[in-house]
Nanobody, 120 residues
Framework: QLQASGGGLVQTGGSLRLSCAASGFTLDDSAIAWFRQAPGEEREGVSSIDFSDGSTYYAESVKGRFTISRDNAKGTVYLQMNSLKPEDTAVYYC???????????????WGQGTQVTVSS
C-alpha cells in the first residue's frame, strides 16, 4: 500500500513537499515515481527514483524545480516542488514498480492521489 500526502493550495512561486509512504512491502528493489493528472488530461510522469541506487529521473517540465528523494529507513519518497506554476495543478499520484521509466503501465502499486492546486 502506498499513501500519498502533502498536497494543498499554494500561490504561484510557492512550494510544497509531497510524501509517499509504503507499507506492507519493501521498496529495496523498486522504483518509486510521481505521476500527475489534470482534469481532461492524460496521466503524465513527473519524476522517479530507483530505491536501490538512488538514481533519479525528471520530466523536462519540472527539471530544476522539483527534487525527488528517498528515506530508506522510513520507506518514504518525497517530492519537493519549488517555483510552482498554475500548470502544475493536478492530482499527484505515487506509484511503485520495478522500472524507473516514467510510463504508468510499468508500475504495479498506486497511491490514492493528493491534490495540488497552484493559484495565479
Amino acid at each position: 500500500q502506498l499513501q500519498a500526502s502533502g498536497g494543498g493550495l499554494v500561490q504561484t512561486g510557492g512550494s510544497l513537499r509531497l510524501s509517499c509512504a509504503a507499507s506492507g512491502f519493501t521498496l529495496d528493489d523498486s522504483a518509486i515515481a510521481w505521476f500527475r493528472q489534470a482534469p481532461g488530461e492524460e496521466r503524465e510522469g513527473v519524476s522517479s527514483i530507483d530505491f536501490s541506487d538512488g538514481s533519479t529521473y525528471y520530466a523536462e517540465s519540472v527539471k530544476g524545480r522539483f527534487t525527488i528523494s528517498r528515506d530508506n529507513a522510513k520507506g518514504t519518497v518525497y517530492l519537493q516542488m519549488n517555483s510552482l506554476k498554475p500548470e502544475d495543478t493536478a492530482v499527484y499520484y505515487c506509484a511503485a514498480g520495478g522500472d524507473s521509466l516514467l510510463i504508468p503501465g510499468l508500475y504495479d502499486y498506486w497511491g490514492q492521489g493528493t491534490q495540488v492546486t497552484v493559484s495565479s
